[in-house]
């Protein structure tokens, strides 16, 4: 995956730049934008379809602005555009991580995962994102996936670091020390 990375750095930061040099436009909502249209390249029946010979590139791009839930601006569409005409539609899921960490860092926040078994309310999690916060030293854009698997306790992820306090990571550790 290296070489998704590297085709993909050079039109995260391009778009970054556009965002931040003050061409009208939005972190936040290029952010947005960015991020459907990589759900939207992301999918299997859409990349078969676009690296079809049969298919053109506007086709590609009409498939994708009807796909889109919400009106894409004209920067959105010059974006896509350029990605189809370049044929890097396969990186559009990679350039949306690394034009996210741009703005992450522009912020000085990261992205966090909290795996939990059970649904948690606003309280508990304005209770965990501060403890975690305080933890990692900076802020944190949290989100909560359910896995019940973990059967108790939160599981969170932060770039490359883990935070691992479930019932299921505990009760690992249980068996290996039993078994060493």
Known sequence: MAELATIARPYAEALFKAATAGAGMDLASTADWVDELAAIAANPQLRQLADSPKVTADQVF????????????????????????????????????????????RAGSSDAVVHSAFPMDAAALAEVSAALEKRFGRKL????????SLIGGIRVVVGDEVLDTSVKARLEQMKAALTA
């Open 62 to 105: 009409a498939v994708f602005t009807g796909v889109a839930r919400s009106a894409l601006s004209d920067t959105a569409k010059n974006f896509l555009r350029t990605v189809i005409d370049n044929g890097r539609l396969a990186a559009l899921p990679e350039v949306a991580v690394q034009f996210r960490a741009l703005v992450n860092r």
């Open 141 to 148: 854009n949290l989100t909560v996936q359910l896995d019940e």
